[in-house]
């Protein structure tokens, strides 16, 4: 058994149980001089969010009772919708992926996503969904018949009628089929054995319900994963999203559930963790105490399965980098393996008068 973290040369590896790759080692003691010190940790895994909503911002005027009013009230802003879906489909993914690559993630559940063919410097995890079972038709016949896991927005909403709707669904789930339940806001105690894992997005809950799930009672039934849900309800960065979660998790659990619970609840394979990890600039004396004030400027690089997808450029000169491109962010630029050039042109072509500038800013900083 390992501390919670591991010294070596310059950097703090801040994983439990899980000794620091190979490949981070033989990368530091290479760039030591440059690196400075840092803290270093498991690619993150997102287990929630909606990649083709990345070019949104919080939308809606909360607290609400249950998502249903606030998705009227998104609905009802029909001109923006219209202006953000003029961008194609595949180029609101990719924007999707560069914000979570900034974060630090080599792995994301996007939900409701469709398949593409698009070549990404990071993983895309796509399962068989319920979006809302509310506003899913067959939604109690779709739990039942099929065998595979599936994940649905559950008991998304604070009132009575939040948490009966989820249970009257999964009273449905007759030959107890995994089921993965994102927010479960209303849920209460026993409820939650009923699910395989929650999801838990407390920035999205907090901004549309003003309160989060009883995580602790959650954590007492289920595994409790963590995602970061889309910005149209989730303000801020995943770092952000990982500050508020700080007052319910040990800074290990919390880690956890981004890293290895999540990997292992996932199916993904064990090699994963050898080839996945993120540097980031060391900004306090603790190693949490740095690892919770990570912004997304400290991030140093993201190494996915075994390759660079962003180096900053501290590191390494851009003529050395064939396919990545460079991004400011916070006042540093991180080189990233994405056309990003294309994708801003793509932007420009279909939706003139949207504000490219402003969604970077909002991935780097979290700002509205
Ligand atoms: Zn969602």
């Known amino acids: 058994m390992l501390s919670d973290s591991a010294r070596f040369s310059s950097v703090e590896w801040l994983t439990p149980n899980l000794e620091p790759p190979p490949a981070l080692r033989d990368f530091v003691s290479a760039e030591e001089s440059t690196l400075g010190d840092a803290i270093a940790f498991p690619g993150l895994i997102n287990s929630h969010d909606h990649l083709a909503f990345s070019c949104y911002s919080p939308t809606g005027s909360p607290p609400y009772l249950d998502f249903l009013a606030w998705s009227r009230d998104v609905q009802a802003k029909s001109e923006m919708i219209e202006r953000i879906e003029r ?3 595949a180029v609101r993914v ?4 560069l914000k979570n690559l900034l974060w630090g993630v080599t792995v994301i559940a996007d939900h409701g996503g469709r398949q593409n063919c698009l070549s990404l410097p990071i993983a895309i995890m796509r399962h068989c969904t319920l979006h809302s079972p509310e506003l899913e038709k067959w939604a109690s016949l779709k739990l039942r018949f099929g065998g595979s896991t599936i994940v649905a927005h559950l008991a998304e909403g604070v009132d009575d009628a939040s948490r009966e709707r989820a249970l009257a669904l999964l009273r449905w789930n007759v030959a107890s089929r995994p089921v993965v339940g994102v927010h ?7 409820d ?7 999801v838990w997005c407390p920035a999205s809950n907090f901004f549309l319900f003003g309160r989060t799930a009883d995580i602790a009672q959650a954590a007492a039934h289920t595994r409790v994963l963590f995602g970061t849900d889309s910005p149209l309800s989730a303000p801020g960065t995943i770092w952000d999203h990982i500050r508020t979660a700080r007052a319910y998790f040990s800074g290990e659990a919390l880690l956890s ?5 999540a990997a292992h609840f996932w199916g993904l394979p ?4 050898a080839d996945n990890f993120v540097i980031a600039r060391r900004r306090a ?3 949490w105490d740095s690892f919770y004030a990570i912004t997304p400027s400290d991030i140093l690089l993201v190494v996915h399965d075994g390759s660079p997808a962003l180096i900053d450029s501290r590191l390494v000169e851009e003529i050395m980098l064939p396919g990545f491109e460079a991004v400011t962010c916070e006042g540093t630029c991180k080189y990233v393996k994405m056309p990003l050039n294309a994708m801003l042109e793509a932007v420009r072509s279909a939706a003139p008068d949207f504000d490219c500038d402003a969604l970077l800013e909002r991935f780097c900083t979290g700002a509205l």
């Open 257 to 261: 559930s981004l890293t290895a619970e």
């Open 94 to 97: 990719q924007f999707g992926v």
């Open 87 to 89: 961008i194609p489909y």
């Open 285 to 287: 004396a603790s190693a």
């Open 184 to 190: 479960c806001v209303s849920l209460r105690d026993a």
């Open 270 to 273: 064990d090699s994963r963790a």
């Open 192 to 198: 939650f054995a009923k699910l395989a894992a929650l």
